[in-house]
């Protein structure tokens, strides 16, 4: 199994060609994350239970890619999940899976509050910029759970963590969670999962 695509996904920048890097991922990204034990998904959902999110709480999987995050919720007894993703490609991929209720591209993502939003492996160098956090908030209830993980290419950079203490700091979020663990054991590559409270 090639790297091919988890090497040149932190080479480009820019909504246009994220797209068409992950529309042309779309039909190996599932075996290429797989083969090197992609394991921050089920470590979100395990993370939300843990918390105590009811069962049929509606989630929003912002970044949802190909389904794997939803998967994972789903195998997790997470019953009301949406998704949204920039890669018309990926959608096709998560919408055959069948545990999603709605799947849209971010300019059709309607204006409602969810009572968990997950942004599972997405915000981070060679994915989302930071301000898809503020987004995830505003798509938050009150008292619901945000679930999100930065990888280590993201802790390396002090403004990923950063943005985290200034929304404690501000009073937005109350920290829930913290867990530093496997991302990509294949590649010896680790992230930390959180999960924030929406005051």
Known sequence: MTQE???KVYEVSGDDALRDLY???ADSYDAETGAHG???PARCAEALRRCGLATDAEILDMGCGTGLSGAAFAEAGFTTIDGSDLSPGMLDKARALGVYRDLWLPD???DRRYDAVAAVGVIGPGAAPLDLFDSCLEHLAPGGLFVLSF????LNLPEFPARIARAVEAGVVLPRF???GPHL????MKSTVYVLEHT
């Not at 990888?151 to 993201?154: E, I, K, P, S």
């Not at 054991?185 to 010896?188: A, Q, T």
Request: net charge negative; hydrophobic share 30%; aromatic share 14%.
């Open 178 to 180: 913290e867990e530093h």
């Open 108 to 110: 059709n993502l309607p």
């Open 23 to 25: 529309d042309e991922w």
């Open 5 to 7: 695509f988890l090497k």
């Open 151 to 154: 990888n280590d290419h993201a």
């Open 38 to 40: 992609y394991a921050t």
């Open 185 to 188: 054991p294949g590649l010896d």
